[in-house]
């Protein structure tokens, strides 16, 4: 099963997921929106994505406050090859039958 976490265990859902790839095609990006976090928001470090193939992980996560109170996490997954980028997408069709999400 694919799962997404900021802390061992404890598995995540995003609030919203955007998938982007360069006009040449060789390069992508994936940035996830998490606003219900089960985690520990002081203490995350980076986001793992897990699956039966391994594990993809990003360290390029941002906080979003409103008035000084917690409103989101983005974090951004950056894909340099096809390589990387089918293996990505391999994972999010897991991960979204695992989670019951949909593309829009």
């Known amino acids: 099963m694919a799962s997404i976490e900021f ?21 992508g990006s994936a940035i996830f929106r998490f606003e219900d976090l089960k985690s520990d928001t002081q203490n995350i470090l980076g986001m793992r994505m897990i699956d039966e193939e391994g594990e993809l992980t990003t360290r390029n996560i941002r906080a979003k406050f409103l008035n000084g109170e917690f409103k989101a996490l983005e974090v951004t997954y950056d894909m340099e090859t096809e390589a990387e980028w089918d293996r990505f997408l391999r994972f999010m069709e897991r991960f979204s039958a695992a989670n019951q999400m949909g593309m829009a």
């Open 7 to 27: 802390s061992p265990g404890i598995q995540e859902v995003p609030t919203q997921v955007r998938v982007l790839k360069s006009k040449t095609g060789n390069r």
